[in-house]
């Protein structure tokens, strides 16, 4: 933990020396980068405890609600969007629209508090906070699902919308077969690379912000949860070490969305 105001400059200059921010700048980041490479992010003065096993230790169980989420986000967005262009300029389209408007506004936090005031407190359907098993896992999941889901949704109905005004769409509707068989045999495929890469990039919200804030609504035992109370401890190295983690899933999150890019469309080059 910090030192307390009244230490002295001994005190100061031990702990200093005990973080290794006392030596040159370049020193310390030639220490990082070696430490890095051997998968060694230092030492938690706050538990004591190498940072990168209490970061690791976590991991699993934001992976599972960034899975959870993800699956939210997919299972609702894609039907929506399919859905707005196939209704376009109806109800069924104004109703998407209303949703997504409302998700995208509405802050995630926000849509967790009101799903545990609902499903929680006044129904009692589900666990309020921690981690129980699967069913501690519904509410967090959408609470980070619905904001992602809005702006997916929005996403796919315009590239349909877009879709079914092209030459081929329009020959295929001419040709007798009926909008939904359009939209969910012709269209819908060539709106999936687009699709993929809106995923990614929610996927990437989710790692960065989106369950930092939801695992702390929750008591979701993670990553971002660890990390603002090592900030709360001013444990820098212990906050360094979940920044390097959750930033390399990032990494690997958009590696995988270029990969998946290039398998259902040939023609896109890998960056």
Avoid: C
């Amino acid at each position: 933990m910090s030192l307390p105001l009244e230490a002295t400059e001994e005190h100061r200059a031990d702990r200093r020396a005990a973080l290794g921010i006392d030596r040159p700048l370049a020193v310390q980041y030639w220490d990082f980068v070696s430490g890095l490479v051997v998968g060694d992010l230092g030492e938690s003065f706050w538990q004591d405890q190498p940072a990168s096993k209490l970061v690791l230790e976590r991991l699993p169980a934001t992976l599972k609600l960034v899975a959870g989420a993800t699956a939210v986000t997919v299972l609702l967005a894609a039907p929506m969007g399919m859905l707005a262009a196939w209704w376009e300029r109806r109800f069924a389209d104004h109703a998407v629209l209303g949703f997504s408007m409302a998700s995208i506004s509405a802050p995630p936090f926000w849509i967790g508090y009101l799903l545990i005031i609902v499903f929680a407190v006044q129904l009692g359907w589900v666990p309020t906070f921690g981690s129980r098993g699967f069913v501690s896992l519904i509410l967090p999941s959408f609470a980070i699902g619905l904001a992602s889901a809005g702006r997916l949704a929005q996403m796919t109905r315009r590239g349909i919308v877009e879709e079914l005004r092209k030459p081929y769409a329009v020959t295929a509707l001419s040709r007798g077969f009926s909008r939904s068989y359009t939209i969910v045999h012709h269209t819908f495929r060539n709106v999936a690379s687009g699709f993929v890469t809106m995923t990614g990039w929610e996927l990437t919200r989710m790692f960065t912000g989106y369950t930092v804030v939801i695992e702390v609504v929750f008591a979701w035992p993670g990553v971002g949860r660890l990390a603002i109370h090592a900030i709360e401890n001013r444990d820098l190295i212990l906050v360094q070490a979940a920044v390097v983690v959750l930033a390399t899933l990032v990494v690997v999150t958009n590696l995988l969305v270029d990969i998946a890019r290039r398998m259902i469309d040939p023609r896109v080059e890998l960056a």
